[in-house]
């Protein structure tokens, strides 16, 4: 069955540091992977779409690569800021042209002051 | 263009009561889908829905809970005879057609006494 790991629950980091979380899958073979951000008691916000044949996606601060024979994303920060601290979320479409979303279980990242 | 509403926020029900969850996509999205979040857990998909039609269903447990979204209305999540095992936030996305972006509303915290 197919499986996400988020590299860790929780992950603190100093502000101004980059912040790298890792998204790695088992099983499928995922046509895209996108990431989100939620802040506790809110929706899942859409950051930013990378699809199997790119590398490398940026926008702003954010940078996301996928390695397909890795089985892996990363997703950076640049220049971190506490207002960047949230829960990030990685999903995967589950393929065979379905368009439901298979989420991680995210990783909690503190931007420490 | 307003974001994904759901209502009601916060719900409260006995064991044994029915639970109705409402979501109105944004506009010109024809496309709902359903997740189940629990604590500490990642979000799980339930339902896929287009307009008066059921698409994927495979998230969803069998019984006791149902989905519609009819032609005119919101798309509603029904959960019959809820049980404390049902005590989640749900969470309500929708998209526009071939697009593979899901914006999400702020979800239904349901807790079952």
């Known amino acids: 069955s197919q499986k996400i790991e988020q590299n860790s629950e929780a992950l603190n980091i100093q502000e101004g540091k980059t912040a790298t979380l890792t998204c790695n899958y088992t099983?499928?073979?995922?046509?895209?992977l996108q990431w989100y951000r939620q802040d506790p008691g809110r929706g899942p916000v859409f950051l930013l779409l990378?699809?199997?044949?790119?590398k490398e996606k940026r926008k702003e601060r954010l940078k996301v690569t996928f390695d397909t024979t890795l089985k892996q994303s990363l997703f950076h920060i640049t220049a971190s800021q506490p207002a960047d601290s949230a829960t990030y979320l990685c999903?995967?479409?589950?393929?065979?042209?379905?368009?439901?979303?298979?989420f991680g279980t995210g990783t909690r990242l503190t931007v420490i002051p | 263009n307003a974001g994904v509403m759901q209502n009601p926020r916060h719900l409260v029900r006995r064991r044994g009561q029915e639970a109705r969850l409402r979501c109105s996509p944004m506009?010109?999205?024809?496309?709902v889908y359903w997740y189940r979040q629990l604590p500490e857990e990642g979000l799980k998909f339930m339902v896929y829905?287009?307009?008066?039609?059921?698409?994927?269903e495979s998230g969803m447990p069998k019984e006791r809970f149902s989905a519609e979204f009819p032609k005119e209305g919101p798309s509603i999540l029904r959960i019959q005879q809820v049980v404390r095992g049902d005590s989640a936030a749900y969470f309500c996305?929708?998209?526009?057609?071939?697009?593979?972006?899901?914006?999400f509303g702020p979800g239904t915290r349901l807790l079952v006494l």
């Open positions: 996305a929708s998209s526009p057609p071939l697009v593979e972006t899901q914006y």
């Open positions: 099983n499928y073979s995922p046509a895209y």
């Open positions: 990378i699809r199997e044949n790119e």
């Open positions: 999903a995967l479409d589950i393929g065979a042209g379905a368009n439901n979303l298979f």
């Open positions: 506009k010109g999205h024809s496309h």
């Open positions: 829905l287009q307009k008066e039609n059921i698409i994927d």
